[in-house]
Nanobody, 127 residues
Framework: QVQLVESGGGLVQAGGSLRLSCAASGSIFSIATMGWFRQAPGKEREFVARITWSSSNTYYADSVKGRFTISRDNAKNTVYLQMNSLKPEDTAVYYC????????????????????WGQGAQVTVSS
């Protein structure tokens, strides 16, 4: 089992920055891929970014490319999502996710590919 705990959410003005953290515990050695998803009110959960645990290979949704950066610190068992140039449409609950499988580009946006989820962190961007 893997436990994920997000932190770092909050309220920020448009154009500002926030950094989310996701601390993993438990059977960390089994993690192959970690990702970030978000869900705005009344909308479906959507893919934001993913990173492979061993090689730090990253991939982003088009909506955040160039503004968000996913990274990981293996020593701290933590994955980060640095969010810059935030927009009101980035407002959502952000979820950290993990899986024991290497998620391919073809399927990485599917929430069903991920086995473990954090409780979510609220990010609110005011205009």
């Amino acid at each position: 089992q893997v436990q994920l705990v997000e932190s770092g959410g909050g309220l920020v003005q448009a154009g500002g920055s926030l950094r989310l953290s996701c601390a993993a515990s438990g059977s960390i050695f089994s993690i192959a891929t970690m990702g970030w998803f978000r869900q705005a009110p009344g909308k479906e959960r959507e893919f934001v970014a993913r990173i492979t645990w061993s090689s730090s290979n990253t991939y982003y949704a088009d909506s955040v490319k160039g503004r968000f950066t996913i990274s990981r610190d293996n020593a701290k068992n933590t994955v980060y999502l640095q969010m810059n140039s935030l927009k009101p449409e980035d407002t959502a609950v952000y979820y950290c996710a993990a899986t024991r499988h290497l998620v391919t580009i073809a399927t990485m946006a599917l929430s069903s590919e991920y086995e473990y989820w954090g409780q979510g962190a609220q990010v609110t961007v005011s205009s």
